[in-house]
């Protein structure tokens, strides 16, 4: 038989072979271990189980989302990505669009406020090509103040930082940079953060080794006004050779003792001035995945940190300026991506919930501010007919609603595909949307605390927000605190 007929007939006889097992699936009263094990059988299937034929019934929303396409780039499969900053003062957000050899900063109505065709460094995966990783926009911002206007900050492929003046994109400077030790090549992420005193906006340079798993191990800190004055010699505030960094992402930056000045975020925690405050040790082999600052135990004074770990006993960790205040595991499965939010306000703290690694039908579970568990479930039960059985990916907390907690989006992993709201604490799917997701971003743009879910899907923005009346009018916008503002610029796929 010619090998084109019979690849044919294997194609045929795969293919009558879900029909049949679906079929079977849903005849009623068919015994449950049996559908079970047809279940398996079923979503072993190469091809065709790629996407739920049973599974949760979600209609489509009909939310209609305020759609940005006048002159809107093309989303990069993999690099650059999308951020939103109040970046001239006046109470309303503007968007900033990244990909390979653009900057694009549109007004919160849409319209293109300036491009830039400068040579923007961005990378895809960090571990293989350095920072500043999957899905980062790879700016930083200096806010604007009441005679200075904000900068938008960023590297260049030959590592020179450039700073443009953030509501006309005019470049401002162009600065070649003290070079990072020998093993880096060049520095790869930036982020500026107030190190020497609560205002004065300075500059963290990161930069990976150059090995087969490469790690960001070498960060400088430096005064952004020596930098751009290059008639003083330029001396870095303080450097190390040793932080522990995620293997994904770059640094993040927050105020945790609440004194005005930053400490620096990963595997290591560093004072502003580059003393080391913690360092969790790691087993060979393993690495930190993700990280995410908020008030996580109201407890305690100041902001709490959590980080995630793959291989060695994939742990979740929680520090504070104070040091580690817990460690945990559930059954040692590796707890991959998470969402911060007070998902269940009759538990003290905020709750955390994590995905779980699993290529198919994730697992995901949700801990108390103490590192309890108080909820695992899993996604094969939860999610909706069609939704791919790879999960989810790019999972944001959502302030959506004034009556009802916070919850979680996420699009479908590994494809250009839909998006979801959901509560985190059950796994109840509740919104769904009919989209195309190159990326999920989301933030308050419309202007009260509510934050809308930001689709950026080839050369169209979506923005959805909700129609419903916001109840708490009074409740501070999310911008006003600082670690809010400074998450949101500094995000990538892993780190939402
Ligand atoms: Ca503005
Ligand atoms: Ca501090
Ligand atoms: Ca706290
Ligand atoms: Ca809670």
């Known amino acids: 038989m010619p090998k084109r007929s019979y690849l044919l007939l294997v194609f045929i006889l795969l293919a009558g072979l879900a029909t049949a097992a679906y079929a079977a699936l849903t005849v009623p009263g068919f015994g449950w271990r049996a559908r079970a094990?047809?279940?398996?059988?079923?979503y072993a299937l190469p091809y065709a189980s790629e996407y739920r034929f049973d599974g949760v019934d979600l209609p489509i929303s009909d939310l209609s989302p305020k759609v940005i396409h006048k002159g809107v780039p093309a989303a990069d499969e993999k690099r650059g990505g999308i951020l939103a900053a109040d970046l001239d003062g006046d109470g309303k957000v503007e968007l900033i669009l990244t990909a390979?050899?653009?900057?694009?900063?549109?007004?919160a109505d849409g319209r293109e406020l300036w491009r830039s065709a400068l040579d923007i460094h961005l990378t895809d995966k960090a571990e293989s090509q350095g920072l500043p990783?999957?899905?980062?926009?790879?700016?930083?911002?200096v806010g604007h103040k009441a005679d200075t206007a904000a900068r938008l900050l960023f590297l260049d492929t030959d590592g020179r930082l450039n700073i443009l003046h953030a509501m006309t994109g005019a470049l401002l400077h162009t600065i070649d940079l003290p070079p990072p030790p020998p093993e880096a090549n060049h520095w790869q992420h930036l982020v500026t953060a107030n190190l020497q005193s609560p205002e004065s906006n300075d500059l963290l340079l990161q930069a990976t080794d150059q090995g087969r798993h490469r790690r960001g191990r070498f960060v400088a800190a430096f005064a952004l006004d020596q930098l751009v004055d290059q008639q003083k010699a330029t001396w870095p505030l303080w450097t190390t050779d040793e932080f522990q960094a995620l293997a994904h992402s770059g640094l993040r930056v927050a105020d945790l003792n609440g004194d005005g000045r930053h400490e620096i975020l990963g595997g290591s925690l560093l004072s502003p001035d580059g003393n080391v405050l913690l360092?969790?040790?790691?087993?060979?082999?393993?690495?930190?995945?993700?990280?995410?600052v908020a008030d996580i135990r109201p407890d305690l004074p100041g902001l709490e940190v959590v980080v995630l770990e793959e291989k060695g006993q994939n742990r979740i960790f929680l520090y504070g300026h104070q040091g580690l205040l817990w460690e945990t595991h559930f059954k040692h499965q590796e707890p991959q991506n998470m969402a911060l939010g007070d998902f269940d306000p009759s538990r003290p703290g905020l709750e955390i919930w994590c995905r779980s690694r699993?290529?198919?039908?994730?697992?995901p579970w949700v801990l108390d501010a103490l590192g309890n568990r108080i909820a695992h479930y899993q996604m094969r039960d939860r999610a909706p007919k069609g939704w791919t059985v790879k999960g989810i990916e790019e999972i944001s907390t959502l302030h959506w609603s004034s009556s009802a907690p916070p919850r979680a989006v996420a699009k479908e992993r590994h494809r250009s595909g839909d998006v979801a709201v959901f509560e985190p604490v059950t796994g109840q799917f509740q919104i769904r949307l009919k989209e195309h997701a190159n990326r999920l971003y989301v933030a308050d743009v419309l202007g009260d605390w509510r934050e809308e879910i930001i689709v950026w899907s080839a050369t169209r923005i979506n923005v959805y927000s909700n129609p419903a009346p916001n109840t708490q009018p009074d409740r501070p916008r999310l911008w006003a605190d600082d670690h809010y503002r400074r998450s949101k610029t500094t995000w990538n796929y892993y780190n939402p």
């Open 37 to 42: 094990a047809l279940a398996e059988a079923y």
């Open 100 to 107: 390979p050899g653009l900057i694009s900063a549109r007004s």
């Open 133 to 141: 990783g999957l899905h980062a926009p790879g700016v930083a911002l």
């Open 279 to 292: 360092k969790l040790e790691l087993p060979r082999k393993a690495h930190f995945d993700a990280l995410a």
């Open 358 to 363: 699993y290529k198919r039908h994730q697992k």
